[in-house]
């Protein structure tokens, strides 16, 4: 069974940077897609970014194309999200999830999800 542990959330001023990692434990990261979601109060979860196996496909949103990056370190069984250039408005909890193979923004499918991290960006 897949495990995801997500880090690296915390409070930073605007135009600072986090980089968050996601840990995956039970699997190693070959044959998974792991995408970055997040949510905050009030607001529907998103999705913000994904990367299939051995970096061959990478999603960004529109609202984080350009500012954030995802990559994964397979050796680790890590996927990293750079984050750069943030905003209040990226001010959520931000999750890894993982489904087979393949990226999708369809949350429904990815069957392992962790426990998030936050991320608070304020002045």
């Known amino acids: 069974q897949v495990q995801l542990v997500e880090s690296g959330g915390g409070l930073v001023q605007p135009g600072g940077s986090l980089r968050l990692s996601c840990a995956v434990s039970?699997?190693?990261?070959?044959?998974?897609?792991i995408g970055w979601f997040r949510q905050s109060p009030g607001k529907e979860r998103e999705a913000v970014s994904c990367v299939t196996r051995s970096d061959v496909s990478t999603y960004y949103s529109d609202s984080v194309k350009g500012r954030f990056t995802i990559s994964r370190d397979n050796a680790k069984n890590t996927v990293y999200l750079q984050m750069n250039g943030l905003k209040p408005e990226d001010t959520a909890v931000y999750y890894c999830?993982?489904?087979?193979?393949?990226?999708?923004?369809?949350?429904?499918?990815?069957?392992?999800w962790g426990q998030g991290t936050q991320v608070t960006v304020s002045s």
């Open positions: 999830a993982t489904r087979f193979l393949m990226c999708t923004p369809n949350m429904g499918s990815y069957g392992s």
């Open positions: 039970g699997s190693t990261l070959d044959d998974l897609a």
